[in-house]
């Protein structure tokens, strides 16, 4: 079992910057694909980052490439750094963990309970 914390939502205006964190116990993250995930109010869940446990490669949603770096930390962490928001960007933010990587939100086994970012104009 993994059990996953997110930290560092809230509110920022447009062009801004944040980073949210997702903090694991249970097991370590070191054999698990992670990922970002967000949804936005009305919408679907829908993929944003995501980083494979093997060759550590990193994939993005089109919408938040060369905006927004996934990461892992030295501890038991998973990091979304974003940089030049938009109102587009406003959505509750969720971290995922499992074997292999997806962009289809169900394939996920693992799940935080969100955290929201609103981006105000």
């Known amino acids: 079992q993994v059990q996953l914390v997110e930290s560092g939502g809230g509110l920022v205006q447009a062009g801004g910057s944040l980073r949210l964190s997702c903090a694991a116990s249970?097991?370590?993250?070191?054999?698990?694909?992670v990922g970002w995930f967000r949804q936005a109010p009305g919408k679907e869940r829908a993929f944003v980052a995501a980083?494979?446990?093997?060759?550590?490669?990193t994939r993005y949603a089109d919408s938040v490439l060369g905006r927004f770096t996934i990461s892992r930390g030295n501890t038991n962490t998973l990091y979304l750094q974003m940089h030049n928001l938009t109102n587009e960007d406003t959505a509750v933010y969720y971290c995922?963990?499992?074997?292999?990587?997806?962009?289809?939100?169900?394939?996920?086994?693992?799940w935080g309970q969100g955290t929201q970012v609103t981006v105000s104009s």
């Open positions: 995922a963990a499992d074997p292999y990587v997806s962009f289809i939100p169900e394939q996920w086994h693992y």
């Open positions: 249970g097991r370590t993250l070191s054999s698990y694909a």
């Open positions: 980083i494979s446990w093997g060759d550590r490669a």
